[in-house]
């Protein structure tokens, strides 16, 4: 079964710092990946996804995540996080073709300080 | 964006009352999913269905079943829920035409078992 795992459980920056959470997956077949944010009090929205070609995909908010198959990784980054990114970021992975079974994560928080 | 709306939005029940959540979308999408969000479990997959009818069990089912008898509804329901079954529930359906992983979240539902 795939699985995925974020190291950081709780992330706490000032403002201006440069952001990287990590997320690796354990699956040895071809996978979807992404990265949801989920602000206080609201659902999950979708910051960045990867199917395929460039590794290096671009979200919004000037969010990026950098795939490396050889590391089974998918790491989220942001060169200068504000106090309005605070919030808890989730990554997921889907099987791809078929039926998408997707895995999720078990978040981190981040806390932004201004 | 995606049509997709959760009822009741808050629940607050007593231990062995049975609860049903609803999940309405307006995208006449083939799949629909419930996860369920807990603190430091991330988001888990309770049951999914890929039609009328056609449901099948995710990582996290016992103590829940699930109905979908039109296309645009997907009940969840806890025959008798327990203090374990508090938690927040999410409704979701791909976001995109086809199914590649990518989702769309409902606005959750908390739900208390006291």
């Known amino acids: 079964a795939q699985s995925v795992s974020q190291h950081n459980h709780h992330v706490i920056l000032s403002e201006a710092a440069s952001l990287e959470l990590g997320c690796n997956y354990s699956y040895g077949g071809t996978v979807n990946l992404f990265w949801y944010v989920q602000y206080p009090g609201q659902h999950l929205q979708l910051l960045l996804k990867?199917?395929?070609?460039?590794?290096l995909v671009k979200g919004i908010k000037g969010f990026e995540a950098e795939f490396i198959k050889s590391k089974f990784s998918f790491n989220l980054r942001k060169p200068s996080v504000q106090w309005s990114d605070t919030a808890e970021y989730f990554c997921?992975?889907?099987?791809?073709?078929?039926?998408?079974?997707?895995?999720f994560g078990t978040g981190t928080k981040l806390q932004v300080i201004p | 964006d995606a049509g997709i709306t959760q009822s009741p939005r808050h629940k607050v029940t007593e231990t062995g009352t049975p609860v049903t959540l609803r999940c309405h979308q307006t995208?006449?999408?083939?799949?629909m999913y419930w996860y369920r969000q807990d603190p430091g479990h991330g988001l888990r997959l309770i049951h999914y269905s890929y039609g009328v009818k056609d449901t099948d069990k995710g990582e996290v089912s016992d103590g829940y079943s699930v109905s979908r008898s039109k296309t645009e509804d997907f009940l969840l329901t806890l025959e008798s829920a327990t203090s374990s079954q508090t938690s927040v529930y999410f409704c979701a359906i791909p976001r995109t035409g086809g199914n590649t992983g990518e989702l769309f979240f409902g606005e959750g539902s908390r739900l208390t078992v006291l």
């Open positions: 997921a992975v889907s099987h791809s073709g078929g039926y998408q079974k997707v895995t």
């Open positions: 990867y199917f395929s070609g460039d590794p």
């Open positions: 995208e006449n999408h083939r799949y």
